[in-house]
């Protein structure tokens, strides 16, 4: 469903804080964005990076910060959608990183579900993938 235009700049607002919170390396930042539910769920980009509850997540992030050095995340399209207190959120971004001295960049894919509770958005569930490669069409 189409968003309003207030729904849109209010998860567009939690959108890039989380990005610059992970850019930031700043976990109370980015936790502050996911609700605090025993189901709420995040996929990462691992095989075996499925974080359910804030305590997982909360892991995820700190174990993603000890792999890479200057963590960035970039949006390039973001689609948002919602219906009442649920927006879904559809992103095309290129994630960075530093591993071993060597500045990174990887397109990546986000699919994110929030809920407004109050007058904040929440992020309750989340989905980080990158494109399989292999798979060029002209």
Same mark, same amino acid.
């Given at each position: 469903?189409?968003?309003?235009?207030?729904?849109?700049?209010?998860?567009?607002?939690?959108?890039?804080?989380?990005?610059?919170?992970?850019?930031?390396?700043?976990?109370?930042?980015?936790?502050?964005?996911?609700?605090?539910?025993?189901?709420?769920?995040?996929?990462? #980009?691992?095989?075996? %990076? *499925? &974080?359910?509850?804030?305590?997982? $997540?909360?892991?995820?992030?700190?174990?993603?910060?000890? =792999?890479?050095?200057?963590?960035?995340?970039?949006?390039?399209?973001?689609?948002?959608?919602?219906?009442?207190?649920?927006?879904?959120?559809?992103?095309?971004?290129?994630?960075?990183?530093?591993?071993?001295?060597?500045?990174?960049?990887?397109?990546?894919?986000? #699919?994110?579900?929030? %809920? *407004? &509770?109050?007058?904040?958005?929440? $992020?309750?569930?989340?989905?980080?993938?990158?494109?399989? =490669?292999?798979?060029?069409?002209?």
């Amino acid at each position: 469903m189409k968003v309003d235009s207030v729904t849109e700049k209010a998860v567009k607002a939690v959108l890039d804080k989380f990005a610059e919170s992970y850019a930031r390396r700043d976990l109370k930042s980015a936790m502050s964005l996911i609700a605090p539910d025993d189901d709420v769920v995040i996929y990462g #980009t691992g095989a075996d %990076e *499925k &974080r359910v509850g804030q305590e997982a $997540i909360k892991t995820q992030f700190e174990r993603d910060w000890a =792999q890479i050095e200057d963590p960035g995340l970039e949006y390039n399209w973001i689609s948002i959608s919602a219906a009442g207190n649920v927006a879904w959120v559809a992103i095309d971004a290129v994630l960075k990183a530093k591993v071993d001295g060597q500045n990174l960049k990887f397109q990546s894919r986000i #699919t994110m579900v929030l %809920e *407004k &509770r109050g007058d904040r958005w929440l $992020i309750v569930q989340g989905h980080f993938s990158f494109p399989d =490669q292999s798979q060029f069409f002209d």
